[in-house]
């Protein structure tokens, strides 16, 4: 029978287990393993049963227990230490903190808060609204900032299906549930008004429809984390559906997502701060295109505030933000049809002071090879926000290059995206047992140092390698317990009775060498690239003496059937009876699962098509529990390979046929598999130890170790990006925003004028025919700048090293100064170079706006190089 209404019973707790409750619905437990001990002592069995959730154990706990527990005094005392200790984290002073107080004027700039916006966030198995590296990516930034004292919100949506749970058939073929998460069993709250009842917003959809959510909050440790929930009794039924699940659905349904991410979250942050009191952010930062519409909402705040037009709008919103882009992929780039954003930001769902033609604007691809009736999310991100950045070295090359059509006439290397490479949440990611040896070789302190980039990780260097190899063997140990677990539930759902699974007990073996390779199922990630030649893959499985096993993860997206396929293949070879004991594919990659598998697993492998993983984190997650990493150089990889803490696929990206590609890049795989990673891993001196395999793992934790944290991740983006942004909106929002709108009307002048300005004759003397190192170049430059003044812009000499096509390579810039107008209404400027290096050198001028309010001279995209037209004048005596 159906039932006709549904709703949750709360427990309601003894008085003096009151802060269980606490400790529940924050997060922090999730990466505090002492707090997880107190909820696993309330009743072992029925932890493990609830798969180590609080919420859902204080909810199944019988009351009985609990009574009893209530009196217990030992359990108490506990309980209060436990509870003092999240109190303290939550109140004492962190890193943050320390930096120069707050208040106008601040010198090192750090917003009074920062709201984060990702459609995704991966922070814990129990809160399960996240698919993959981008989602865990901003759990790990909110917990770092939490750790840090960084007072940001998080806004995300609550998924009422969160991603899909994967099975597979007795084919092979991935099977998708979506099982109903209740929030009323989830680690959430509802914000609410003082009278009690829900916190709302509401957003418009055309056709006068209107859209509303409540807000839940996960708290993270210190952070709050706002979830807005379509499924209300305000809204029709098709409204109601809008948050049903993550990248599901039609494009509008996922636009409607978006439309509510964006301007409802920040509605949703308005009225957060209002009922709590919370400081408004001052700067407001998007994890992706996905949330760029916040940029919109704003500009809208801002003319309805405070009148402001567009144009001064978006500089004040342009100042505050920050896009960080997260793929190289462009179909992984989020694009709308040009009509449908026009139908839902025009018509009878426009905003005053928001015109449809300026949205659609700001996501056109203008652009050579950009498509007229496409909407890009990730364009307009960059258009709305005055610093952008990608998640490694490499990414921020490759999407300065992506972007450079947004900046005509600018190298890509001046395309203003920078990068902050990604990091992972130590105390989330690194195994108890890994910080249990950390602790008794080092000190007690160390485990709690793993959170923190300075605190002394060359001493990881003084641990035995008896100690080392026997904690790898233990991890690997664990790992392959939990995955025949796994292997044998899978098959159990594959259709295989219990007769036919005894193999399944036999399954790996704890002291081979593990290979571990788990991601989403995205083509360029390449799954099956292991499979390329199966015999030598079988070979590698089965040496006599050397022999390998790999255990596989990763879920294909719903409506990828490509990923599907390539799952099958990995599965259906995994299932043969002669490797099904060295290859198993677990399936329902997520949190929990990956939380066994880094720290069990000897090698990490990844080989994505090289440039197209922006960053990867799995194998930082990895190296931090001594999983040595084996991967193309792609991503982080790229940046912190040095030669010995792991190992490099050497990557064939100049080949263009796909297949012969894959084939070298497979190739190569295996000759390192055979002769580098297993040779060294089996080599065993005297006594019994593999001592340098376990050199290049002190190796890892000693130098990757600082270097991949989400602390180290979130100081960057504090000192880098917030603090600076920070600093830009309030010089905009000073007397009355008046710097936006000087700023605005500056811009407009300066792209009128721009026609105007040009480069007409360059003149260049002190060196003769033959120029030498020590000599000074004299450089006189007339440009004519229409109506604008020399204030207005920033005449430049460009030099150094060219290469054979006359380009110059790593140019240095230095400005030019102006001297004075001559009777053409000219600008004459000059300047002077010293040749400080041999061989070939080359020189250029060019003219670019210059604005004290601007974060870069290339920002509004305007440039004026020679054109070939202009006099050169070598040689001529100056003076
Ligand atoms: C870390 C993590 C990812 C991301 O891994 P990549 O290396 O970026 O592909 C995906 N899923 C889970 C469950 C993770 O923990």
Redesign the pocket.
Known sequence: MRAIRRFTVRTVLPTPLEPLGRLAMNLRWSWHPETRDLFESVDPETWAAVGRDPVRLLGAVPTGKLAALAEDRRFLARLQVAAEDLDDYLTGARWYQTLPEPGAGRPDGAPTAIAYFSPEF?ITAALPQ????L???AGDHLKAASDLGVPIIGVGLLYKHGYFRQSLSRDAWQQERYPLLDPNELPLTLVRHPDGSAARIVIGLPGNRELHARIWKAQVGRVPLLLLDSDIEENEPFEREVTDRLYGGTSEHRLHQEMLLGVGGVRAVREFCALTGHPQPEVFHTNEGHAGFLGVERIREFHETRGLDFDAALEAVRAGTVFTTHTPVPAGIDRFDRELIARHFGGDNAAPGVPVDRVLALGAESFPGGEPGVFNMAVMGLRLAQRANGVSELHGHVSQGMFAGLWPGFDPAEVPIGSITNG?HAPT?VDRDVLELAGRELGPDFGAGFGEEGHGWAALDRIPAQAVWELRRTLRAKLVAEARVRLRESWKQRGAGDAELGWTEHALDPDVLTIGF???VPSY?RLTLMLRDKDRLRALLLHPTRPIQIVVAGKAHPADEGGKRLVQELVKFSDGEDVRHRIVFLPD???A???HL?PGCDVWL?NPLRPL?A???????AALNGCLNLSILD?WWDEWYDGSNGWAIPTADGIEDPDRRDDLEANALYDLVEHSVAARFYDRGADQLPSRWLEMVKHTLVSLGPKVLASRMVKDYVNSLYAPAAIAARSMAAEELAGARALADWKAEVRASWPQVRVDHVESGGIGDAPEVGNTLDLRVFVSLGDLKPTDVEVQVVHGRVDGGDAIVDGEVAPLKPVRRDEHGRWFYEGSLALDRTGPFGYTVRVMPAHNLLATPAELGLIAVPTGDEGVADGLPLR
């Open positions: 991966g996240y698919s993959g590296g989602g865990i990516l992972v990611w788990a991601r989403r990630k990659y997520d949190i699962m990956a939380q880094y990844n993983e960053c990867g984190t799995s194998g930082m997650k991503g």
